[in-house]
């Protein structure tokens, strides 16, 4: 029986639903070039490309910095507290989420730590419902997180994740399409004793936002946000190693890609191997699944991305890379 959260969840998510139809730009993704936003900056070419939904207002072109730029490479244990909140997070222009998050954001924290180190996560439940967050990798199976956290509730788990790579973790609570459609889900980079080359970083990970609660994305956006890197390009350094740790924490599609205009990439799957697995400009990723892409823009300007399924590009996800 759902709870009088849950219930009136359901209600604001139904409005929210309808006005995304009727506001965020349904109508104008399947005309294919709507009315030119005039908040739109006109270096980031939003508006010409036809793509329909806007970003949130209020975020500036350094909002999703926390969550895409990782910390350096670190060295040693590392130990963090990690607090669940429920929270109104604006995830398109005029179109809310209440969402559940990791330390408040969408995605939750970059996780970085060297492989064999010990890593001690406390998670806190400030939230009204059950939560956990479990990681992806090999660990000592007791410190898995999978156990549910209740309401008011913490644990804590130490394990030295292995091995290198990239890996999300996230709450899996079921139903997993709501607890990741709200937003709880995450990256953690697993770097290897021998450091990888020196290149400018960047994490980016693909979400769906479930506005109506019904366990099916309405909208979708790489960090948190539909429409963002379309407004706010991805600015790289020309000629600098790029690597990309990318990862798709969409619930309820079976795949989604990766794919970059004008330039091809290294594709080291799962991060997990030195040596890269295919070179290519488009890379699938199933639910869960991530990749490190290494590339390099020696000619400025700027570079689309989107995933190459129409319905995630058109509702959020097709960006740019600037190279300047
Ligand atoms: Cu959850």
Not at 36 to 58: F, K, M
Not at 114 to 122: A, D, W
Not at 123 to 138: K, V
Not at 310 to 318: C, L, Q, S, T, V
Request: hydrophobic residues 40%; contains cysteine.
């Amino acid at each position: 029986m759902p709870t009088r959260r849950e219930l009136l969840w359901g209600m604001a998510g139904a409005a929210a639903a309808m006005a995304a139809v009727s506001v965020g730009g349904g109508r104008r993704a399947r005309n294919g070039a709507g009315p030119l936003d005039p908040h739109a900056d006109s270096t980031a070419g939003h508006g010409a490309y036809g793509h329909s939904v806007e970003p949130p207002a209020a975020l500036g072109p350094l909002a999703l910095d926390a969550c895409t730029i990782p910390s350096q490479r670190t060295a040693g244990a590392v130990e963090r507290t990690i607090t669940i909140t429920q929270r109104a997070v604006e995830v398109a222009h005029d179109q809310t989420l209440d969402a559940w998050t990791f330390d408040g954001t969408i995605p939750g924290p970059i996780l970085r730590i060297t492989e064999g180190e010990s890593l001690r996560l406390t998670i806190r439940n400030l939230t009204a419902l059950p939560h956990n967050l479990h990681t992806h990798g090999a660990h000592d199976p007791t410190q898995d997180g999978w156990e549910p956290i209740p309401p008011g509730g913490a644990r804590t788990y130490t394990f030295a994740p292995r091995p290198a790579g990239l890996y999300p973790y996230h709450c899996d609570v079921m139903p997993s399409t709501q607890h990741l459609g709200r937003g709880l889900y995450g990256a953690l980079i697993v770097d290897p004793r021998r450091p990888r080359a020196e290149a400018e970083e960047r994490v980016m990970i693909l979400g769906g936002f479930d506005l109506d609660g019904d366990g099916r994305s309405d909208l979708y956006g790489w960090n948190g946000a539909a429409g963002f890197w379309a407004r706010h390009p991805l600015k790289v350094r020309a000629s600098a190693l790029v690597r990309l740790y990318v990862l798709n924490l969409v619930s309820d599609e079976p795949v989604a890609t990766f794919h970059l205009h004008a330039q091809t990439f290294d594709v080291f799957r799962s991060g997990t191997r030195a040596t890269p697995d295919e070179h290519s400009d488009v890379v699938p990723l199933t639910l869960g699944e991530r990749a490190i892409l290494e590339m390099r823009f020696p000619q400025p300007g700027r570079y689309m991305f989107h995933p190459h399924q129409a319905r995630m590009a058109e509702r959020g996800a097709m960006g740019w890379i600037a190279a300047v």
